[in-house]
């Protein structure tokens, strides 16, 4: 069964403590792996796109890398703003499956 | 440019009323995606579009359920005979291609 699993569920940081958000996969015939960030009461906010076992991606504090069964979401030095939901969700067939989110908070 | 708008907002209905929620796609875009959201969850898969045609509906969760595309760019989601497990957020998303899919700000559903 096609399956995106999150972890961890919850997340409390201080501001500037790195740490790194897991998101493992089976998904048969994976096109594309996502990152959305979304806010309470606010649709998914897209993030990155990663395509294959290797590649890395990087936006301000934010970097995604991808290996074949997993996809790491690290959050360096993190500040307040970063509070949110993170998303993962994989490509199957034109849809996306998505895990059930890491709740990260970070406190000043 | 605009992104992905959805109406209403908000929608309270009683268990049995049917009701209807729009979904503006970013112009151009070709495909559109409904997911369903349920609290504490991440989104689930109910239907697609590729222009107005519906390519996938295997996650509309009974017959109740329906959308239709017609002109190929507005969608509009429609529940049938509520019930309280529809109670969720409905998120529209539109893609120009296979790609990354945007997402708009959602409705949320209460059935009481």
């Known amino acids: 069964e096609d399956q995106v699993t999150q972890s961890p569920e919850a997340l409390r940081l201080q501001e500037g403590e790195s740490s790194s958000l897991n998101c493992s996969y089976t998904v048969s015939g994976l096109r594309g792996l996502f990152w959305y960030r979304q806010d309470p009461g606010k649709g998914p906010e897209f993030l990155f796109t990663?395509?294959?076992a290797g590649e890395e991606k990087e936006k301000e504090r934010l970097k995604a890398t991808l290996t074949k069964k997993e996809s790491f979401l690290h959050i360096t030095a993190p500040k307040p703003e970063d509070s949110a939901t993170y998303l993962c969700?994989?490509?199957?067939?034109?849809?996306?499956?998505f895990g059930t989110g890491t709740r990260l908070q970070v406190f000043p | 440019g605009a992104g992905v708008s959805q109406s209403p907002r908000y929608k309270v209905a009683k268990r049995g009323q049917d009701v209807a929620l729009r979904c503006d796609p970013i112009?151009?875009?070709?495909?559109l995606f409904w997911y369903q959201q349920a609290l504490g969850q991440g989104p689930e898969f109910l239907t697609y579009?590729?222009?107005?045609?519906?390519?996938?509906k295997s996650g509309l969760p009974s017959d109740r359920f329906f959308a239709e595309r017609p002109e190929g760019s507005v969608s509009t989601l429609k529940i049938q005979r509520t019930q309280q497990e529809d109670s969720a957020v409905y998120l529209c998303a539109s893609s120009p291609g296979r790609l990354e899919q945007y997402f708009g700000p959602g409705t949320r559903l209460t059935v009481t």
């Open positions: 579009f590729q222009n107005e045609a519906q390519l996938d």
């Open positions: 990663l395509y294959s």
């Open positions: 112009s151009g875009h070709v495909s």
């Open positions: 969700a994989a490509e199957h067939t034109d849809k996306l499956i």
